[in-house]
Nanobody, 122 residues
């Protein structure tokens, strides 16, 4: 079955850390660019980070300096390491294959995962 499955979300205190995983099955993930997105209640979905097919990384203002995206080809998984979490990071986090990490390519979606909830308490 071709799918992406996110995991690693949870409840953490402000200043804490989490590592989200986006595991692919049924296809080889390192042939694709992969984006992380998030959506908080009542807000629009926003981009967080992206890793290209050549493992170049892109960060949006909401994650720069605090989050790190990485890929483990052996595990067919992309990770989002989140440090110094803030209450405003509370959202459902999704991963999706994207056409690329450029401004237009990032929103050309392919396959989505089901999402994982991240809640940061103050």
């Amino acid at each position: 079955q071709v799918q992406l499955v996110e995991s690693g979300g949870g409840l953490v205190q402000s200043g804490g850390s989490l590592r989200l995983s986006c595991a692919a099955s049924g296809f080889t993930l390192d042939r694709y660019a992969l984006g992380w997105f998030r959506q908080a209640p009542g807000k629009e979905r926003e981009g967080v980070s992206c890793i290209s097919k050549s493992d170049e990384t892109t960060y949006y203002a909401n994650s720069k300096g605090r989050f790190t995206i990485s890929r483990d080809a052996r595990m067919n998984t992309v990770y989002l390491h989140m440090n110094n979490l803030k209450p405003e990071d509370t959202a459902v986090y999704y991963c999706a294959t994207v056409r690329g990490c450029g401004p237009m390519e990032y929103y050309d979606f392919g396959l989505w995962g089901q999402g994982t909830q991240v809640t940061v308490s103050s």
